[in-house]
């Protein structure tokens, strides 16, 4: 895991807080539309008793006294008139609802009087009724004043005489209210979930998936790897025992034919030996010579199978080195001087002897067919890459990818004078890549040829026991 949130753990962990998250989002929405609810049955239930009450006074006062009642009535959202019409005179209005109803139960039984009621939001701010605004004085009156958005109940009431008695009604709508208790609820839930029983679970899982990630890590650089303890959850176990056996089966298929090869060799060894002694007895001096340089160019060959053998088995335990002295101290040892450029320090982990080598035989086949050999190293994302360049004719490049194939020769006369065995870029790659890393050449734009081995940083991976069961 490079880091928390684009590792597993970080995106499960941001995954249940976005369901926590919309979970009280939707407890919230669906608390705020029944409370909203609740609110307007009962405005609308004590609208209807003020106007069932106002319609009973009405009807019992004489007719000297209804404005006195109405004006008595009134308030800054609310106002009450008789009217020869309805106010609701349109045929869509509400019928028999939960406000009608309440309206009939206050006023006399079996009463069959034409009751209408319109409720309706107000999607804009409104003011007070406009014949409201001298009312209440005050702090009260000032508040009233203010626009608000908010709901609109209309209601008429047929009286006697032809008359009606209209109502109109406006409340604000109730302000979203979370209360503090809420919020503290919800952090305390969320904080058990995740540190405690999530991050358990988490660990549980992402820890034998990182030891998982170092083994293979380890395995691509050709490290020795013990097999794995199978822990955490089922699958994750299955995964650790299937790396264990792919392991296995490597090592062992890896070593086979390792030893394969070595056995080849050696048992070369006699024939040739027996091919030489016989040689040597023969009495023509010309064929005797030719027949002894074919037998030691065999031999050569034989020699260089063991050697690519040795090349890339897995043997040397890795050491974590600084790059820039490794190479220091590789060009004092060497027979052949090439030409250093000392970069930042980079620290490597790989098998000494093995990269001696490596880099000794694609240096040494710089100076052989370029003149003279420039080496430099540099940092390129999480890899070390060490360039060698020579000064030579180059290669074709169909043929670049070829070279590293084993007793492949650009030069095809096969002749010790001019070149090897064309086992030497072989072996090289072979270790580069035991290494986790790699081997190319190019043709530099500058002439000549231009090797690029790349190798994996150290990652101080260090071997843990997980005790997570």
Request: proline content about 5%; some cysteine.
């Amino acid at each position: 895991m490079r880091g928390l949130v684009v590792g597993l753990r970080g995106q499960i962990l941001l995954l249940i807080i976005g369901c926590l998250v919309i979970a009280q989002a939707t407890s919230i929405w669906l608390f705020i539309d029944e409370r909203s609810l609740a609110v307007r049955a009962a405005i609308g239930a004590e609208a209807a008793g003020r106007a069932a009450n106002v319609a009973l006074l009405l009807e019992q006062a004489p007719k000297d006294l209804h404005s006195s009642i109405l004006s008595a009535a009134d308030s800054p959202l609310a106002r009450f008139r008789i009217d020869p019409r309805p106010a609701v005179d349109h045929l869509d209005h509400q019928a028999n609802g939960a406000v009608e109803e309440r309206i009939r139960s206050l006023l006399w039984n079996g009463d069959t009087r034409e009751i209408r009621v319109e409720l309706h939001e107000i999607g804009r701010p409104f003011s007070p009724i406009e014949s409201m605004r001298t009312q209440a004085p005050g702090p009260q009156g000032r508040t009233m004043h203010d626009r608000v958005l908010g709901l609109e109940l209309t209601l008429s009431i047929a009286l006697p005489d032809d008359e009606w008695l209209n109502v109109d009604t406006r409340f604000q709508r109730p302000p979203l209210q979370w209360p503090i208790y809420s919020a503290v609820s919800f952090v305390v839930t969320a904080a058990l979930l995740i540190g405690g029983a999530c991050w358990y679970l988490l660990s549980k899982l992402t820890w034998p998936l990182r030891s998982l990630t170092q083994a293979a890590e380890k395995l691509g650089r050709g490290e020795e790897s013990h097999p794995l303890p199978a822990v955490g959850p089922i699958e994750v176990r299955g995964l650790t025992e299937a790396f264990n056996l792919m392991q296995e089966r490597l090592v062992r298929t890896f070593s086979e034919k390792t030893r394969i090869m070595a056995a080849l060799g050696h048992d070369l060894r006699s024939p040739l030996t027996a091919l030489r002694v016989r040689a040597e007895m023969v009495d023509d001096e010309e064929t005797r010579g030719g027949l002894i340089a074919s037998v030691e160019e065999m031999q050569n060959m034989v020699e260089r199978t063991l050697a690519f053998a040795r090349g890339i088995a897995i043997s040397e335990t890795p050491e974590t080195i600084e790059l820039g002295k490794f190479l220091r101290d590789l060009k004092s040892d060497m027979l052949e001087d090439f030409q250093l450029e000392v970069g930042a320090p980079l620290d490597v982990r790989l098998r000494p002897q093995s990269m001696r080598r490596a880099l000794r035989n694609v240096i040494e086949n710089a100076i052989r067919y370029g003149g003279k050999a420039e080496v430099t190293y540099k940092r390129e994302n999480e890899r070390a890459v060490i360039e060698i360049r020579d000064y030579g004719t180059g290669i074709p490049s169909e043929l670049l990818e070829d070279v590293f194939e084993p007793f492949f020769r650009v030069e095809a006369s096969r002749s010790r004078e001019t070149g090897g065995t064309g086992l030497g870029l072989s072996i090289s790659r072979a270790i580069l890549r035991s290494h986790g890393g790699d081997a190319t050449i190019m043709n530099h734009p500058g002439g000549g040829i231009l090797a690029s081995l790349s190798l994996p940083l150290s990652q101080n991976f260090e071997d843990q026991e997980i005790l997570i069961s």
